[in-house]
């Protein structure tokens, strides 16, 4: 399966004429790219696991444990965050220990794009 702009239009990507062209010009897929080429694709996080999260590159029942193991990473992660907290409040966790437990997100994200990475080199 490639990924082509009209695919982004048929999936209601969230992008306007204008960004779509950029895609098309810059980012060479006018003729598609595979969803493995797709990530390394010069585009946001984001976006990236919005366009590979579909029935259309993953299967129905691997996008399920997907979303399980994201979800148990997500509470794993809330976790420890509410742990850090609780100590900060008791005083016993610097300021900058909680800045950094904040910032685990953006790491996250890009784990659930290696998970996803994992996966599409499974079912090419």
């Excluded at 779509?20 to 984001?46: A, C, H, Q, W």
């Excluded at 399920?64 to 409040?89: D, N, P, T, Y």
Aim: proline share 2%; hydrophobic share 40%; net charge neutral.
């Amino acid at each position: 399966m490639k990924i082509t702009i009209k695919k982004l239009v048929e999936w209601n990507a969230c992008y306007d004429e204008d960004e779509l062209k950029e895609f098309k010009k810059n980012l060479k897929i006018k003729d598609g790219v595979t969803p493995l080429e797709f990530i390394d694709l010069d585009i946001k996080t984001e976006d990236k696991i919005w366009t590979l999260l579909r029935p259309e590159i993953i299967p129905e029942k691997e996008l399920h444990l997907l979303g399980c193991k994201f979800a148990e990473a997500a509470l794993k992660l809330e976790m420890s965050v509410i742990k850090l907290k609780k100590l900060w409040l008791k005083g016993k966790a610097m300021d900058e220990e909680l800045e950094a437990a904040r910032s685990a997100g953006s790491t996250a994200e890009k784990a659930k794009l290696e998970q996803i990475k994992t996966i599409l080199e499974t079912i090419k």
